[in-house]
């Protein structure tokens, strides 16, 4: 149970890659925006410059589909690992019950002490009530438009003091077009409880699929030929984005491109769609350059906690980029931190210490640098510099003589491990606490 109340706390909490507490002094302005972090120079945020640094390591191949196959089964194992919700126990209702009421108590919680605060004064418990009276169902959809997964079902917002409305704390995640739900529970209001494998929680079924056969589903899901999403983009005559990750069965070839079954508002449909650069048949190879390039198409695109107006956060990126090679990981940065091949604790190591383990860790594979609230992709060092690039809220730096400022860059961005040094945050680096390593 605890882990289980753990790992919801780290989704409401520090998902979004915000990093707190604000400052308690302001320098002119406490918070201000900019579009690129410092020490961060144009070449920085070309994909040649860091390909370049790769040499011969560029196009090895890290692992190969069977050990992807392995580490996803392996990582299911693992408390928030990414799950396969046709499994009975997604399905076991008494499980849900304890999941329904561990999260109750872990909230309520959090409003008693005076932590989270409601938007809507009353909301809480007028959602906790519909939650009592929700129907027991077992039910598979999929998602035909980008939709918000809600923690509890309200509309209403839950926050942290000082109020910053980018940061709902009901906001546990979106789900992306093309992603399978099990429905759990419905309340008479319509609010639906779903498992989508990486996440639960709460949402409205306008933009899913009527329910429909598992056989039809499970079909979907396991199609052994399928076409991947490498950048977000328009899939169909109906205006839809799908977002980077997404796979689709892919049923032939055309003159032109693609015959493939997309989920719409009535279920499942054979669309043909142009060939092109933002799509492939088949995952991607797991690779250093490939990764780097799939990053990079996103450089400067919107962080958005809990896929707020369709960006993404911290581990909601990675977990996109990561499904273009097949691998699935869990939601939430603290998960996907031990996700790796093999993962390596920093806590208590210098920083002398850990840039040493990055350093050895990044000649065995790709590197994810976990902080407490944030999760990055190691990209390599330049001038004698560690760099990473991840979604990035904000970051605090030194204004004035004693004095902070927090600044937001609010995108998809490259930094340095230096960033946030000397302020009471202290530098990425020091802040470090495990790195995941995905390669041999």
Request: aromatic fraction near 8%.
């Amino acid at each position: 149970m605890r882990v289980r109340i753990l790992l919801f706390a780290v989704s409401v909490t520090v998902l979004g890659c915000r990093f707190t507490p604000p400052p308690t002094s302001v320098c002119e302005k406490s918070l201000v925006f900019e579009n690129t972090a410092p020490r961060v120079e144009s070449q920085h945020q070309k994909l040649a410059h860091w390909t370049q640094r790769l040499g011969s390591q560029a196009d090895t191949v890290l692992l190969n589909a069977r050990d992807i196959e392995k580490l996803n089964q392996k990582n299911q194992e693992s408390p928030g690992g990414f799950q396969d919700i046709f499994g009975i126990k997604i399905g076991n209702q008494e499980r849900v019950s304890r999941e329904l009421g561990e999260r109750q108590e872990w909230l309520a919680e959090r409003l008693k002490s005076g932590h989270f605060v409601e938007d809507k004064r009353g909301a809480f418990d007028r959602a906790f009530v519909q939650i009592a009276k929700a129907l027991q169902v077992d039910e598979f959809r999929v998602v035909h438009q980008e939709t918000t997964l809600f923690c509890i079902p309200m509309i209403s917002a839950l926050f942290t003091r000082p109020i910053d409305r980018a940061f709902n704390r009901n906001r546990c995640s979106s789900l992306h077009p093309t992603e399978i739900v099990r429905v759990l529970r419905a309340s008479k209001s319509g609010w639906l409880y779903v498992h989508s494998g990486h996440s639960v929680g709460w949402l409205r079924p306008d933009k899913l699929t009527p329910p429909l056969a598992v056989a039809d589903v499970r079909k979907y899901r396991d199609h052994p030929q399928r076409l991947i999403v490498l950048e977000d983009t328009v899939l169909g005559g109906n205006g839809v984005t799908f977002r980077m990750g997404s796979s689709v069965p892919l049923l032939a070839r055309t003159a032109t491109g693609f015959r493939v079954q997309l989920p719409q508002a009535s279920g499942f449909q054979e669309i043909d769609i142009q060939d092109g650069s933002n799509v492939q048949a088949g995952f991607l190879a797991l690779t250093r350059r490939n990764l780097f390039r799939v990053l990079f198409s996103v450089l400067n695109q919107p962080y958005g906690w809990g896929g707020k107006d369709g960006g993404r956060d911290c581990s909601r990126l990675v977990l996109d980029v990561f499904s273009t090679f097949g691998l699935q990981l869990g939601r939430h940065s603290t998960v996907q931190s031990r996700s790796g091949m093999r993962s390596v604790d920093l806590t208590g190591k210098s920083p002398q210490q850990k840039l040493a383990a990055i350093r050895s860790a990044s000649r065995a594979g790709v590197v994810l640098l976990y902080m407490r609230g944030h999760i990055m992709v190691y990209l390599n060092e330049s001038n004698g510099r560690p760099y990473a690039i991840s979604s990035i809220s904000e970051y605090m730096r030194p204004c004035g003589k004693k004095q902070e400022q927090v600044v937001r860059l609010d995108r998809v961005a490259v930094t340095d491990l230096a960033l946030g040094k000397e302020t009471t945050r202290k530098s990425f680096l020091n802040r470090l606490v495990r790195l995941a390593v995905f390669g041999q």
